[in-house]
Every structure is written in C-alpha cells, then in structure tokens.
C-alpha cells in the first residue's frame, strides 16, 4: 500500500509539473500573440501614415504634406535636400516634455528659402489646440499666416537647426530674415506648415514685424484625454 500510494503521489506530482508547464507555455504564447498584435497594428498606423504623406515631386514639382494636401513649389527654387529636426514644446505633464520631429523639404532660390513641413506626433500624449490667428487661402485649403523677424545670430532652437543645414548647402543668411508662415493642422496630431525665409531685397520692410517666436509658444499643446486615440481631419 505505501508503495502504491508512493506512486501515485509520483504520478499527480508529474501530471501537475504537466499542467504547470503548459500554464506557462499558454501564457507565453499569449504575450506573444499579444506582442505580435501590438506590432502589426504600429505597422498598420505607420504604413497608413506614410502612405499619405508623398513628399517631394520633382516632375510634379509639388510636395504632398499630408492627403489631400499638396503644396505647388515655385519654377524658380531649387530642391536642396530633406531634413529632420528635433522640436521641443510644452506641456502640462510634468514629467513628459513634447519632443516630435519636423520633417522639411527644403528648397532655395535667389534671396528666398521655402520649407515645405510636415510633424505627425507619435506620442500620443500630447495633441495641438486649435490654430487661431489670422487666415489665408493656400493650394486650396485655409491656412493661419504671419510674418516675423528672425535674428540670425540668436535663433531659437529650431531655427537655428535650419540655419546650421543651409550654411552646408551652401546658403548664408543675412543678420535678419523675413520669415512668412503658413501653418494648418490634420486633426490632432499633425501640424503642417510652409515656411518662406526672405532676406535682402526680397524681404522688404521688417521693421514693424515681431520677433521670431519659439515652437513652443506658436504651438500650444495640452495633454489627451484618450492617448489611443488618433483624430484626422481632411
């Protein structure tokens, strides 16, 4: 009897080491499972985005910012490359700081430069307010526009990214430059925006126009109430 009962204590102890062992498998090929889902559904999002945001046309001669919007760029600029830069804003959570990437397609001319941009958030922490300011009419949507003054030796953070690109493409701005802006947002999360930088005769008068203002402060941002969810507007 006590080898039999010897036994049988042997057998359950082998049937729960069983049943352990597929508890474990289970759960690890749900976390897997999970994981794969996670992501397929990052890579479904970043696909989609990607798939509306064209870029550059040389034959077209236009920029796709973001669909349906396409920015016609002028016969007499020059396509200077793509650049990514850093862009810090501000926020209410105190322990996360906005920090997104803007993305440009630059373009040079005689006296001019066009940045044609675009910044699609992945935070999702975080979301633009609306854009208020005067309005203009642009390639057939509504943009805010303004015009500043940037001092060249004292940029802010952003900017100055701008300048450090242009000196190795060859362009050296002026003390002071005309900075004309137009700016639109695509639901929450993505800011576009089309830069021009005059200086010299093309410029005209700045003397009545305010300094050129940080990202954080043209860009008011405030915290998500639902950080899954992902807002476009046409």
Known sequence: MKMKSLAAMAAGTGEMARTGRAGRTGRAG???RLLALSVLAFAV???????RTAGWNPEARTVGLYSPVVVDVPAEYSHAGTLRVRVVGEGDIMT????????????????KVMLAQRLIKFDRYYHFRFLG?????????????????LDTAAPDAEFAQYITYLKR???TLPATV??????????????????????????????????LPPFSKMYD?????DPGDFRIAP
């Open 45 to 51: 999002l970043l696909a989609g985005c990607v798939g």
């Open 178 to 211: 005309r900075v004309h802006i137009l700016d639109r947002l695509a639901g929450d999360f993505i800011l576009m925006r089309v830069v021009t930088l005059s200086y010299g005769a093309a410029a005209g008068d700045m003397t009545k126009l305010d300094p």
């Open 30 to 32: 749900s976390a897997a």
């Open 96 to 111: 996360m700081v906005p920090v997104d990437t803007m993305e440009s397609e630059v373009f040079t001319a005689p006296d």
């Open 169 to 171: 493409t060859g362009v």
């Open 221 to 225: 941002q405030e915290q998500h109430s």
């Open 133 to 149: 300011g005067e309005k203009a009419e642009a390639w057939g949507r509504t943009w805010r526009t303004a015009d500043y003054v």
